[in-house]
């Protein structure tokens, strides 16, 4: 195969990126991207804050951009994010407690029921673990409506959209011996074992020198797919350069590979520049929007 997407299916895969709306315009861009990608995530489009920036005004346009134009491309889409302590409109950062509560759960039934049928799947809820050694949820707003926050937010996108995967998304939880790893896990067999609706789990995997692609890649994809679920990789972007750097994007796509229900990934963006890191080269097309050597591994590997 000669693109990552013909490469990714020929196991049954997708290959995907991060695509934003303002970047439509920009032929190299789009050149990449019809060529070489056949899975879209809005970066931007379709969080919170984009698509209710006033309580109950919903805002589709710059979503639906991405949408279009992936799936006039034959393309499919995921969609991110329906709930997430970040990136929220600001008449919802300060709100709590009931309120709060049904504000969230009725940004996911609208937002959910406007794409009903058009996104293969959605990341229901974003980053909802925190960091560190506890194994337990993030402090934030929608944390604070309580616990049951999460599965009541899975339950409302399925009554919305019945037929999307519905994936809880999240970063460090790569390597199997991090405590928030074990956090999400038990949240997910707690979930299954109870018939929450959840189908999916997405691994970031923003990795840099302090946070290395972890050696058991593989054991932790494994175990979560192990729960029923499917796996992907859905933010991928790996500090470095050179030979180190594709090794290392290698060993990510070798880790997918290796788990029958990791049904695909994603990279967090197209050329270095594109990336939303404010400095270094992440990704696998230069700035000009040549093939780096962590593009020739990732497809050799696939
Ligand atoms: C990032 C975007 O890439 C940036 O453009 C934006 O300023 C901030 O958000 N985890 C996620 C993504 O789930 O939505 C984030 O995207 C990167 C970290």
Redesign the pocket.
């Known amino acids: 195969a000669s693109t990552l997407a013909a490469a990714a299916e020929q196991s049954g895969r997708y290959f995907g990126t991060?695509v934003?709306a303002n970047k439509l315009g920009d032929s190299t861009y789009v050149g990449i991207l019809n060529r070489e990608f056949d899975m879209v995530t809005a970066?931007?489009e379709m969080?919170m804050d984009a698509t209710e920036p006033n309580q109950g005004q919903f805002s589709f346009s710059n979503g639906d951009r991405i949408l279009n134009q992936a799936r006039n491309q034959g393309k499919r889409v995921r969609g991110?994010?329906l709930a997430?302590h970040?990136?929220q409109p600001g008449w919802m950062q300060n709100m709590s407690g009931s309120a709060l509560r049904s504000a969230m759960l009725n940004h996911v039934t609208q937002v959910a029921s406007y794409y009903k049928g058009k996104v293969y799947a959605w990341?229901v809820v974003?980053?909802a673990f925190a960091d560190g050694g506890g194994g337990g949820r993030r402090d934030s707003n929608l944390q604070r409506t309580g616990n049951d926050w999460i599965e009541a937010a899975f339950r409302a996108a399925r009554s919305a959209d019945p037929n999307a995967k519905l994936c809880y998304?999240d970063?460090n939880t790569d390597n199997w011996s991090n405590a928030k790893t074990q956090g999400v896990y038990n949240m997910v067999r707690d979930f299954k074992s109870r018939g929450v609706p959840i189908d999916c789990v997405g691994f970031?995997a923003?990795f840099n020198s302090g946070n290395p692609v972890p050696s058991n890649y593989h054991t932790t994809l494994g175990n979560f797919a192990a729960l029923g679920v499917d796996v992907q990789i859905?933010?991928l972007d790996i500090e470095g350069s050179g030979s180190g750097q594709a090794q290392q994007f290698q060993g990510v796509t070798q880790a997918c590979l290796a788990v029958a229900r990791c049904t695909g990934i994603t990279v967090?963006?197209i050329r270095d520049s594109d990336?939303?890191r404010s400095s270094g080269t992440p990704l696998l097309f230069d700035g000009s929007g040549n093939k780096k050597a962590a593009y020739t591994s990732v497809l050799n590997a696939l």
Do not use: L
Request: avoid cysteine; hydrophobic fraction near 25%.
């Open positions: 991060a934003a970066e931007n969080k991110h994010a997430w970040s990136q990341d974003n980053e998304n970063y970031q923003h859905t933010e967090w963006g990336s939303w």
